[in-house]
Protein backbone atom coordinates (compact mmCIF):
# COMPACT_ATOMS: atom_id res chain seq x y z
CA UNK A 1 0.00 0.00 0.00
CA UNK A 2 1.12 3.50 -0.54
CA UNK A 3 -0.15 6.63 0.68
CA UNK A 4 1.85 9.95 2.67
CA UNK A 5 2.24 10.08 5.69
CA UNK A 6 2.68 12.95 8.33
CA UNK A 7 4.70 11.87 11.29
CA UNK A 8 4.78 14.74 14.06
CA UNK A 9 7.59 13.72 16.35
CA UNK A 10 10.07 15.06 18.43
CA UNK A 11 12.10 12.42 19.95
CA UNK A 12 14.69 11.48 16.99
CA UNK A 13 15.37 8.03 17.53
CA UNK A 14 11.82 6.82 17.42
CA UNK A 15 10.94 8.52 14.48
CA UNK A 16 13.91 7.14 12.71
CA UNK A 17 12.29 3.70 13.73
CA UNK A 18 8.83 4.37 12.59
CA UNK A 19 9.67 5.78 9.48
CA UNK A 20 12.43 3.46 8.31
CA UNK A 21 9.56 0.73 8.78
CA UNK A 22 6.89 3.25 6.83
CA UNK A 23 8.94 3.46 4.08
CA UNK A 24 9.83 -0.30 4.11
CA UNK A 25 6.01 0.02 3.18
CA UNK A 26 5.93 1.64 0.85
CA UNK A 27 4.85 4.91 2.41
CA UNK A 28 6.19 8.60 2.03
CA UNK A 29 7.18 10.15 5.36
CA UNK A 30 7.30 13.67 6.20
CA UNK A 31 8.47 14.63 9.47
CA UNK A 32 8.26 17.50 12.08
CA UNK A 33 8.59 18.10 15.60
CA UNK A 34 6.47 21.08 16.56
CA UNK A 35 3.04 22.07 16.14
CA UNK A 36 4.06 25.05 14.33
CA UNK A 37 6.34 22.92 11.17
CA UNK A 38 2.95 20.48 11.15
CA UNK A 39 0.80 23.79 10.67
CA UNK A 40 3.09 24.65 7.93
CA UNK A 41 3.52 21.37 6.54
CA UNK A 42 -0.45 20.58 6.44
CA UNK A 43 -0.90 23.73 4.61
CA UNK A 44 1.27 23.21 1.82
CA UNK A 45 0.70 19.77 0.96
CA UNK A 46 -2.24 16.71 1.63
CA UNK A 47 -1.89 13.69 3.57
CA UNK A 48 -3.69 10.35 4.08
CA UNK A 49 -2.78 9.77 7.42
CA UNK A 50 -0.81 11.54 10.49
CA UNK A 51 1.22 10.48 13.16
CA UNK A 52 1.54 12.45 16.45
CA UNK A 53 2.77 12.60 19.93
CA UNK A 54 0.99 14.41 22.16
CA UNK A 55 4.45 16.13 24.11
CA UNK A 56 6.16 17.99 21.34
CA UNK A 57 8.66 20.69 21.18
CA UNK A 58 6.14 23.22 21.33
CA UNK A 59 3.32 22.47 22.96
CA UNK A 60 0.40 19.81 23.68
CA UNK A 61 -0.17 17.83 20.07
CA UNK A 62 -3.73 16.43 21.63
CA UNK A 63 -4.94 20.30 22.56
CA UNK A 64 -3.56 21.80 19.27
CA UNK A 65 -5.25 19.49 17.09
CA UNK A 66 -8.16 21.32 16.64
CA UNK A 67 -6.24 23.54 13.41
CA UNK A 68 -5.61 20.21 12.03
CA UNK A 69 -8.87 19.15 11.97
CA UNK A 70 -10.08 22.50 10.30
CA UNK A 71 -7.93 21.80 8.15
CA UNK A 72 -8.18 18.26 7.06
CA UNK A 73 -11.18 17.05 8.83
CA UNK A 74 -11.36 13.75 7.45
CA UNK A 75 -7.55 12.84 7.76
CA UNK A 76 -7.56 9.86 9.72
CA UNK A 77 -5.42 10.49 13.16
CA UNK A 78 -3.03 7.86 14.86
CA UNK A 79 -2.15 9.51 18.48
CA UNK A 80 1.56 8.30 20.37
CA UNK A 81 1.71 9.12 23.77
CA UNK A 82 4.68 8.00 26.55
CA UNK A 83 1.85 9.18 28.51
CA UNK A 84 0.59 6.15 29.29
CA UNK A 85 -3.03 6.89 31.49
CA UNK A 86 -6.46 6.49 31.12
CA UNK A 87 -6.87 10.35 30.60
CA UNK A 88 -4.41 10.40 27.48
CA UNK A 89 -6.05 7.78 26.08
CA UNK A 90 -9.65 9.21 26.62
CA UNK A 91 -7.95 12.67 25.57
CA UNK A 92 -6.90 10.80 22.07
CA UNK A 93 -10.22 8.87 21.75
CA UNK A 94 -12.08 12.68 22.40
CA UNK A 95 -10.30 13.80 19.21
CA UNK A 96 -12.27 11.38 17.05
CA UNK A 97 -8.21 9.51 16.57
CA UNK A 98 -8.47 6.45 14.54
CA UNK A 99 -6.15 4.76 17.14
CA UNK A 100 -3.98 5.11 20.01
CA UNK A 101 -0.36 3.64 20.61
CA UNK A 102 0.71 4.33 24.30
CA UNK A 103 4.55 4.01 24.10
CA UNK A 104 5.95 1.48 23.94
CA UNK A 105 4.39 -0.09 21.27
CA UNK A 106 4.78 -2.80 18.21
CA UNK A 107 5.82 -1.53 15.52
CA UNK A 108 4.04 -4.24 13.39
CA UNK A 109 0.90 -2.74 14.97
CA UNK A 110 1.27 0.54 14.40
CA UNK A 111 2.20 0.30 10.59
CA UNK A 112 -0.74 -2.20 9.79
CA UNK A 113 -2.84 0.61 11.75
CA UNK A 114 -1.21 3.25 9.09
CA UNK A 115 -1.94 0.81 6.70
CA UNK A 116 -5.92 0.78 7.69
CA UNK A 117 -6.34 4.24 8.63
CA UNK A 118 -4.85 5.11 4.96
CA UNK A 119 -7.54 2.51 3.13
CA UNK A 120 -10.44 3.87 5.84
CA UNK A 121 -12.88 6.39 4.98
CA UNK A 122 -15.01 6.08 8.35
CA UNK A 123 -13.83 9.29 10.28
CA UNK A 124 -14.91 9.78 13.99
CA UNK A 125 -15.13 13.74 14.07
CA UNK A 126 -16.40 14.82 17.33
CA UNK A 127 -14.52 16.42 19.98
CA UNK A 128 -14.72 17.05 23.62
CA UNK A 129 -13.34 17.73 26.51
CA UNK A 130 -11.43 15.28 28.62
CA UNK A 131 -12.20 13.72 30.82
CA UNK A 132 -11.57 14.29 34.79
CA UNK A 133 -11.31 12.75 38.25
CA UNK A 134 -10.96 9.36 36.25
CA UNK A 135 -10.83 6.60 38.89
CA UNK A 136 -8.13 3.91 37.52
CA UNK A 137 -4.76 4.52 38.28
CA UNK A 138 -1.61 2.39 36.88
CA UNK A 139 0.33 3.12 33.36
CA UNK A 140 1.31 -0.58 32.90
CA UNK A 141 1.03 -1.74 29.24
CA UNK A 142 -1.68 -4.81 30.70
CA UNK A 143 -3.61 -1.53 32.01
CA UNK A 144 -3.36 -0.08 28.58
CA UNK A 145 -4.75 -2.50 26.87
CA UNK A 146 -7.96 -1.84 29.17
CA UNK A 147 -7.62 1.85 28.50
CA UNK A 148 -7.70 1.32 25.16
CA UNK A 149 -10.80 -1.00 24.96
CA UNK A 150 -12.23 1.58 27.77
CA UNK A 151 -12.09 4.27 24.95
CA UNK A 152 -13.75 2.15 22.04
CA UNK A 153 -16.87 1.66 23.95
CA UNK A 154 -17.63 5.16 25.34
CA UNK A 155 -19.80 6.61 21.81
CA UNK A 156 -21.69 3.34 21.59
CA UNK A 157 -24.31 1.59 23.54
CA UNK A 158 -22.60 -1.77 23.13
CA UNK A 159 -22.79 -4.80 25.76
CA UNK A 160 -19.57 -4.84 27.67
CA UNK A 161 -18.66 -8.08 30.12
CA UNK A 162 -15.74 -7.13 32.33
CA UNK A 163 -13.64 -10.30 33.52
CA UNK A 164 -11.16 -10.56 36.39
CA UNK A 165 -10.25 -11.76 39.57
CA UNK A 166 -12.14 -10.30 43.01
CA UNK A 167 -10.13 -6.93 43.79
CA UNK A 168 -9.20 -6.05 40.62
CA UNK A 169 -11.35 -3.14 39.71
CA UNK A 170 -14.23 -4.41 37.91
CA UNK A 171 -16.85 -1.46 39.08
CA UNK A 172 -14.56 1.38 38.82
CA UNK A 173 -13.77 0.26 34.61
CA UNK A 174 -17.64 -0.51 34.89
CA UNK A 175 -17.82 3.48 36.53
CA UNK A 176 -15.66 4.34 33.92
CA UNK A 177 -17.54 3.55 31.01
CA UNK A 178 -20.86 5.38 32.22
CA UNK A 179 -19.26 8.43 33.52
CA UNK A 180 -16.75 9.34 30.31
CA UNK A 181 -19.57 7.84 27.79
CA UNK A 182 -22.65 9.94 26.19
CA UNK A 183 -25.02 8.30 29.35
CA UNK A 184 -23.28 9.95 31.87
CA UNK A 185 -25.97 12.35 32.78
CA UNK A 186 -27.94 9.75 33.43
CA UNK A 187 -27.70 7.18 36.53
CA UNK A 188 -25.65 4.29 37.11
CA UNK A 189 -27.36 1.47 38.53
CA UNK A 190 -25.17 -1.38 40.42
CA UNK A 191 -26.80 -4.69 41.30
CA UNK A 192 -24.39 -7.68 42.92
CA UNK A 193 -26.27 -10.93 41.46
CA UNK A 194 -23.89 -12.98 44.61
CA UNK A 195 -25.42 -10.88 47.15
CA UNK A 196 -29.70 -10.76 46.28
CA UNK A 197 -31.51 -13.81 47.69
CA UNK A 198 -32.06 -16.33 44.97
CA UNK A 199 -35.71 -15.39 45.50
CA UNK A 200 -35.89 -11.67 45.29
CA UNK A 201 -33.37 -11.11 42.44
CA UNK A 202 -36.37 -11.23 39.61
CA UNK A 203 -37.86 -8.41 41.50
CA UNK A 204 -34.96 -6.34 42.63
CA UNK A 205 -33.75 -6.17 38.68
CA UNK A 206 -37.74 -6.06 36.97
CA UNK A 207 -39.49 -4.47 40.17
CA UNK A 208 -43.15 -6.27 41.14
CA UNK A 209 -46.63 -5.27 41.62
CA UNK A 210 -48.54 -5.06 45.12
CA UNK A 211 -49.87 -8.43 45.81
CA UNK A 212 -47.08 -10.38 43.67
CA UNK A 213 -45.60 -12.85 46.25
CA UNK A 214 -46.19 -12.42 50.09
CA UNK A 215 -44.74 -9.01 51.41
CA UNK A 216 -45.14 -7.37 48.42
CA UNK A 217 -47.48 -4.42 49.88
CA UNK A 218 -46.19 -2.14 47.07
CA UNK A 219 -45.39 -1.55 44.00
CA UNK A 220 -41.79 -1.80 43.51
CA UNK A 221 -39.79 0.04 40.28
CA UNK A 222 -36.90 -2.62 39.60
CA UNK A 223 -33.12 -1.70 38.71
CA UNK A 224 -33.69 -1.76 34.79
CA UNK A 225 -36.22 1.17 35.15
CA UNK A 226 -34.05 2.85 37.80
CA UNK A 227 -31.14 3.18 35.33
CA UNK A 228 -33.40 4.25 32.28
CA UNK A 229 -31.24 6.66 30.23
CA UNK A 230 -27.84 5.52 32.23
CA UNK A 231 -25.82 2.36 32.97
CA UNK A 232 -27.43 -1.17 34.25
CA UNK A 233 -23.92 -2.90 36.16
CA UNK A 234 -24.47 -6.30 36.94
CA UNK A 235 -22.00 -7.70 38.70
CA UNK A 236 -20.84 -11.02 39.57
CA UNK A 237 -23.20 -12.01 36.59
CA UNK A 238 -21.68 -15.83 36.91
CA UNK A 239 -23.91 -16.24 40.32
CA UNK A 240 -27.36 -15.86 39.02
CA UNK A 241 -29.97 -18.23 39.06
CA UNK A 242 -31.14 -19.89 35.67
CA UNK A 243 -34.47 -19.13 36.07
CA UNK A 244 -33.32 -14.95 36.07
CA UNK A 245 -30.96 -15.96 33.47
CA UNK A 246 -33.86 -16.40 31.59
CA UNK A 247 -35.80 -13.45 32.35
CA UNK A 248 -32.31 -11.23 32.03
CA UNK A 249 -31.86 -12.62 28.12
CA UNK A 250 -35.24 -12.41 27.23
CA UNK A 251 -35.10 -8.40 28.18
CA UNK A 252 -31.83 -8.16 26.42
CA UNK A 253 -33.00 -9.68 23.23
CA UNK A 254 -36.36 -7.32 23.23
CA UNK A 255 -35.53 -4.19 25.16
CA UNK A 256 -38.84 -5.04 27.24
CA UNK A 257 -39.26 -6.15 30.71
CA UNK A 258 -42.21 -7.33 32.88
CA UNK A 259 -42.66 -6.59 36.51
CA UNK A 260 -43.00 -9.82 38.77
CA UNK A 261 -46.88 -10.44 38.84
CA UNK A 262 -47.60 -7.88 36.29
CA UNK A 263 -48.65 -7.94 32.95
CA UNK A 264 -47.57 -5.25 31.03
CA UNK A 265 -44.68 -4.92 29.35
CA UNK A 266 -42.39 -1.91 29.70
CA UNK A 267 -39.36 -0.49 27.28
CA UNK A 268 -36.22 0.01 28.93
CA UNK A 269 -33.60 2.04 27.89
CA UNK A 270 -30.49 1.32 29.59
CA UNK A 271 -26.58 0.38 28.42
CA UNK A 272 -26.02 -3.18 30.21
CA UNK A 273 -22.34 -4.02 31.52
CA UNK A 274 -21.42 -7.13 33.47
CA UNK A 275 -18.95 -8.60 35.38
CA UNK A 276 -17.89 -11.89 36.68
CA UNK A 277 -14.60 -13.44 38.63
CA UNK A 278 -16.00 -17.07 37.08
CA UNK A 279 -14.62 -18.07 34.28
CA UNK A 280 -18.07 -18.68 32.43
CA UNK A 281 -17.11 -21.51 29.96
CA UNK A 282 -16.78 -24.39 32.18
CA UNK A 283 -20.21 -23.18 33.59
CA UNK A 284 -21.50 -22.96 30.43
CA UNK A 285 -20.69 -26.50 30.03
CA UNK A 286 -22.03 -27.76 33.28
CA UNK A 287 -25.17 -26.18 32.53
CA UNK A 288 -24.97 -23.53 35.37
CA UNK A 289 -25.07 -20.63 33.16
CA UNK A 290 -27.12 -19.92 29.81
CA UNK A 291 -24.55 -20.10 26.57
CA UNK A 292 -26.74 -17.52 24.83
CA UNK A 293 -26.43 -14.95 27.62
CA UNK A 294 -22.97 -15.39 27.63
CA UNK A 295 -23.06 -14.48 23.97
CA UNK A 296 -25.34 -11.73 24.45
CA UNK A 297 -23.08 -10.03 27.10
CA UNK A 298 -19.80 -10.82 25.70
CA UNK A 299 -20.28 -8.00 22.92
CA UNK A 300 -17.21 -6.39 24.29
CA UNK A 301 -15.17 -8.15 26.72
CA UNK A 302 -12.64 -6.62 28.71
CA UNK A 303 -10.05 -8.57 30.67
CA UNK A 304 -8.97 -7.08 33.73
CA UNK A 305 -5.24 -7.74 34.91
CA UNK A 306 -4.61 -9.06 38.79
CA UNK A 307 -1.90 -6.67 40.09
CA UNK A 308 0.87 -10.06 39.97
CA UNK A 309 0.27 -8.64 36.47
CA UNK A 310 1.16 -5.22 36.75
CA UNK A 311 3.47 -4.78 39.81
CA UNK A 312 5.43 -1.79 38.13
CA UNK A 313 1.61 0.13 39.03
CA UNK A 314 2.11 -0.78 42.45
CA UNK A 315 4.38 2.52 43.70
CA UNK A 316 1.65 4.77 41.82
CA UNK A 317 -1.15 2.82 43.45
CA UNK A 318 0.08 3.02 47.09
CA UNK A 319 0.58 6.49 46.65
CA UNK A 320 -2.80 6.94 45.49
CA UNK A 321 -4.08 5.27 48.32
CA UNK A 322 -1.64 7.05 51.07
CA UNK A 323 -3.95 10.20 49.60
CA UNK A 324 -7.24 8.61 50.03
CA UNK A 325 -6.49 7.80 53.12
CA UNK A 326 -4.78 11.07 54.63
CA UNK A 327 -8.60 13.09 52.56
CA UNK A 328 -10.50 10.30 54.84
CA UNK A 329 -8.84 11.20 58.02
CA UNK A 330 -6.44 9.26 58.49
CA UNK A 331 -2.44 10.47 59.53
CA UNK A 332 -0.80 11.93 56.16
CA UNK A 333 1.94 9.56 55.63
CA UNK A 334 4.89 8.94 52.46
CA UNK A 335 6.30 5.83 51.70
CA UNK A 336 10.13 5.21 50.60
CA UNK A 337 11.47 3.27 47.87
CA UNK A 338 12.41 0.38 50.03
CA UNK A 339 9.12 -0.42 51.24
CA UNK A 340 7.58 -0.02 47.63
CA UNK A 341 10.26 -2.53 46.13
CA UNK A 342 8.60 -5.18 49.48
CA UNK A 343 5.34 -4.36 48.20
CA UNK A 344 5.78 -4.83 44.74
CA UNK A 345 7.22 -8.40 45.50
CA UNK A 346 4.42 -9.99 46.82
CA UNK A 347 1.36 -12.04 45.25
CA UNK A 348 -1.78 -9.31 46.19
CA UNK A 349 -4.40 -12.56 45.63
CA UNK A 350 -6.91 -9.95 46.82
CA UNK A 351 -5.64 -7.35 44.12
CA UNK A 352 -6.11 -3.79 44.06
CA UNK A 353 -8.71 -4.34 46.81
CA UNK A 354 -6.22 -6.14 49.28
CA UNK A 355 -3.32 -3.91 48.87
CA UNK A 356 -5.80 -0.76 49.21
CA UNK A 357 -6.33 -2.01 52.45
CA UNK A 358 -2.73 -3.16 53.89
CA UNK A 359 -2.01 0.96 52.52
CA UNK A 360 -4.71 1.92 55.06
CA UNK A 361 -3.55 -0.07 57.99
CA UNK A 362 0.04 1.29 57.46
CA UNK A 363 -1.35 4.85 57.08
CA UNK A 364 -3.13 3.97 60.79
CA UNK A 365 -0.52 2.05 62.50
CA UNK A 366 3.18 3.75 61.20
CA UNK A 367 4.94 5.49 63.91
CA UNK A 368 6.37 7.69 61.52
CA UNK A 369 5.61 10.24 58.19
CA UNK A 370 7.65 8.22 56.35
CA UNK A 371 6.58 4.36 55.67
CA UNK A 372 10.16 2.69 55.67
CA UNK A 373 10.70 -1.58 54.91
CA UNK A 374 10.66 -2.28 58.42
CA UNK A 375 7.41 -0.99 59.63
CA UNK A 376 5.83 -2.61 56.39
CA UNK A 377 7.34 -5.94 57.99
CA UNK A 378 6.25 -5.27 61.44
CA UNK A 379 3.07 -4.05 60.50
CA UNK A 380 1.68 -6.25 57.42
CA UNK A 381 3.68 -9.22 58.88
CA UNK A 382 4.90 -12.37 57.37
CA UNK A 383 3.13 -11.44 54.37
CA UNK A 384 5.35 -8.76 53.63
CA UNK A 385 8.83 -10.79 54.15
CA UNK A 386 9.28 -12.77 50.95
CA UNK A 387 6.99 -13.56 48.04
CA UNK A 388 5.83 -16.90 47.52
CA UNK A 389 9.15 -19.28 46.26
CA UNK A 390 7.04 -21.11 43.51
CA UNK A 391 8.26 -24.40 44.63
CA UNK A 392 6.41 -27.50 43.88
CA UNK A 393 4.81 -27.22 47.13
CA UNK A 394 3.46 -23.66 46.33
CA UNK A 395 2.07 -25.20 42.69
CA UNK A 396 0.37 -28.40 44.51
CA UNK A 397 -1.01 -26.00 46.51
CA UNK A 398 -2.21 -23.59 44.13
CA UNK A 399 -3.87 -27.20 42.07
CA UNK A 400 -5.41 -27.89 45.41
CA UNK A 401 -6.83 -24.09 45.63
CA UNK A 402 -8.26 -24.52 42.02
CA UNK A 403 -9.66 -27.67 42.16
CA UNK A 404 -11.66 -26.66 45.50
CA UNK A 405 -12.87 -23.50 43.71
CA UNK A 406 -13.98 -24.85 40.78
CA UNK A 407 -15.02 -28.26 41.01
CA UNK A 408 -15.09 -29.60 37.33
CA UNK A 409 -17.46 -32.06 36.59
CA UNK A 410 -16.76 -35.92 36.24
CA UNK A 411 -15.00 -36.36 32.67
CA UNK A 412 -14.00 -32.81 32.49
CA UNK A 413 -10.98 -32.87 35.27
CA UNK A 414 -7.86 -33.16 32.83
CA UNK A 415 -8.43 -31.02 30.42
CA UNK A 416 -10.10 -28.38 32.68
CA UNK A 417 -6.87 -28.25 35.17
CA UNK A 418 -4.72 -28.74 32.15
CA UNK A 419 -5.93 -25.32 30.09
CA UNK A 420 -5.92 -23.41 34.06
CA UNK A 421 -2.60 -24.24 33.68
CA UNK A 422 -1.66 -23.46 30.14
CA UNK A 423 -3.16 -19.98 30.07
CA UNK A 424 -0.83 -18.74 33.26
CA UNK A 425 2.16 -20.25 31.17
CA UNK A 426 1.70 -18.86 28.02
CA UNK A 427 0.78 -15.61 29.70
CA UNK A 428 4.74 -15.89 31.63
CA UNK A 429 6.13 -16.29 28.04
CA UNK A 430 4.65 -13.58 26.22
CA UNK A 431 5.61 -11.42 29.36
CA UNK A 432 8.87 -12.57 29.31
CA UNK A 433 9.27 -11.88 25.70
CA UNK A 434 7.33 -8.39 25.02
CA UNK A 435 4.57 -10.35 22.82
CA UNK A 436 6.77 -11.70 20.57
CA UNK A 437 5.27 -14.47 19.59
CA UNK A 438 8.19 -16.65 17.93
CA UNK A 439 10.17 -15.89 20.82
CA UNK A 440 8.08 -16.72 22.88
CA UNK A 441 7.36 -20.19 21.26
CA UNK A 442 11.09 -20.80 21.57
CA UNK A 443 10.98 -20.14 25.32
CA UNK A 444 8.07 -22.83 25.57
CA UNK A 445 9.82 -25.61 23.43
CA UNK A 446 6.92 -25.44 20.76
CA UNK A 447 6.55 -24.45 17.57
CA UNK A 448 4.88 -21.11 16.47
CA UNK A 449 1.46 -22.68 14.72
CA UNK A 450 1.37 -24.58 17.78
CA UNK A 451 1.58 -21.14 20.29
CA UNK A 452 -0.80 -19.52 17.92
CA UNK A 453 -4.04 -22.37 18.14
CA UNK A 454 -3.39 -22.66 21.90
CA UNK A 455 -3.56 -19.06 22.49
CA UNK A 456 -7.05 -19.01 20.37
CA UNK A 457 -8.42 -21.85 22.39
CA UNK A 458 -7.49 -20.41 25.77
CA UNK A 459 -8.31 -16.62 24.26
CA UNK A 460 -5.25 -15.32 25.49
CA UNK A 461 -4.79 -11.62 24.13
CA UNK A 462 -1.07 -11.05 23.00
CA UNK A 463 -1.67 -7.87 22.19
CA UNK A 464 -1.66 -7.02 26.12
CA UNK A 465 1.98 -8.20 26.23
CA UNK A 466 3.38 -6.14 23.11
CA UNK A 467 6.09 -3.76 23.52
CA UNK A 468 7.95 -1.87 21.41
CA UNK A 469 11.03 -3.40 19.27
Known amino acids: MTGRVLLVEDDAAIATVIRSALEDEGFSVDRCDSIAARDRLIASARYDVMLTDVMLADGDGIASIGTVRAACPDMPLIVLSAQN ?5 VRASDTGAFEYFPKPFDLEDLVRAVSQAVGSSERRGEEAQAGEGLPLVGRSTAMQAVYRMITRVLRNDLTVLILGESGTGKELVAEAIHELGHRKSGPFVAVNAAAIPADLIESELFGHEKGAFTGAIAQAIGKFEQAAGGTLFLDE ?53 REDLFYRLNVVPIQLPPLRERAEDIEALVKHFLGLAAREGLPERRIDRAAIALLEDQRWRGNVRELQNAVYRLALMARDDVIDAATTKAILGETAAHAPDGDGDDLKGALS ?69
Open 401 to 469: GWLTQHAPPSGTLYHRALAAFERPLFEHALRETGGNQLRAAKLLGINRNTLRKKLAELDVQPERFLRAG
Open 85 to 89: TLDTA
Open 237 to 289: IGDMPLEAQTRLLRALQSGRIRRVGGRQEIAVDVRIVAATNRDLKPMIASGRF
